[in-house]
């Protein structure tokens, strides 16, 4: 079946670094991508929600990019914090089924 | 907070036991997801509804739980005989009727649930 590939699975970076999480599909007829956040006990948290028409995508303190010729979406925390410590999934969908999840990234941010 | 809420929060069976979860969707979603996440974090869609009628369900669920999204009523996923590799949190998630195409989901924070 069809897969999503998310790496890598662990992250560790210092305060004010930048980090970057990538997500691969396999679905040529993917058009919606989604990036949530999870912190420990809470649900996921949408952080963003790009289309197949959009490439580039800023939110507050972070940045995705949708490569569609490559199949490739990530996540980009240009100056992280320890309070982006959490995990995050990247999710894919084409217009017929339900959402497909990476295996999640498990962010630390250290002080 | 979450508006799509999920009973009980954890709960601990034994093999062969039956393993309930309820799952209130946000109000006005007319489409509930159940996904499993193992230990790995590793997602696994289940079933879906729109309102009380089935969408799409795995090979697995169809075999080994039962599930229903009656109105008026909480949404239910029930394990029939829960095995050991059951044991993971499990997510309900309903979509907006106002986004049905780019099927965002709302997620309430999940049922963990533990075999023994």
């Known amino acids: 079946g069809e897969q999503v590939e998310q790496r890598p699975p662990h992250l560790s970076v210092r305060e004010g670094d930048s980090a970057v999480i990538t997500c691969t599909y396999t679905?040529?007829?993917?058009?919606?991508f989604f990036w949530y956040k999870q912190e420990p006990g809470a649900s996921l948290q949408l952080l963003m929600k790009?289309?197949?028409?959009?490439e580039i995508n800023e939110g507050q303190g972070f940045t995705v990019l949708l490569n569609k010729k490559d199949k490739r979406l990530s996540l980009n925390l240009t100056a992280a914090h320890p309070g982006d410590s959490a995990a995050y999934f990247c999710?894919?969908?084409?217009?017929?089924?339900?959402?497909?999840f990476g295996a999640g990234t498990k962010l630390s941010v250290k002080p | 907070n979450s508006k799509v809420i999920q009973t009980p929060r954890y709960l601990v069976k034994g093999q062969g036991q039956k393993a309930k979860m309820r799952c209130i969707p946000e109000?006005?979603?007319?489409?509930v997801f159940w996904y499993q996440q193992n230990k790995n974090n590793e997602f696994k869609f289940l079933i879906n509804?729109?309102?009380?009628?089935?969408?799409?369900q795995i090979d697995m669920t169809e075999k080994r739980f039962s599930a229903e999204c009656p109105s008026n009523s909480p949404c239910s996923l029930e394990i029939q005989s829960s095995e050991a590799g059951d044991s993971a949190l499990y997510l309900c998630?309903?979509?907006?009727?106002?986004?049905?195409?780019?099927?965002?989901?709302?997620f309430g924070e999940g049922s963990k649930l533990t075999v023994l």
């Open positions: 998630a309903s979509r907006s009727p106002w986004e049905p195409n780019t099927g965002q989901l709302y």
């Open positions: 679905d040529p007829n993917s058009y919606y």
């Open positions: 790009v289309f197949s028409s959009t």
């Open positions: 999710a894919v969908r084409n217009n017929n089924n339900a959402p497909r």
């Open positions: 109000k006005g979603h007319p489409v």
């Open positions: 509804f729109q309102n009380q009628e089935v969408l799409q």
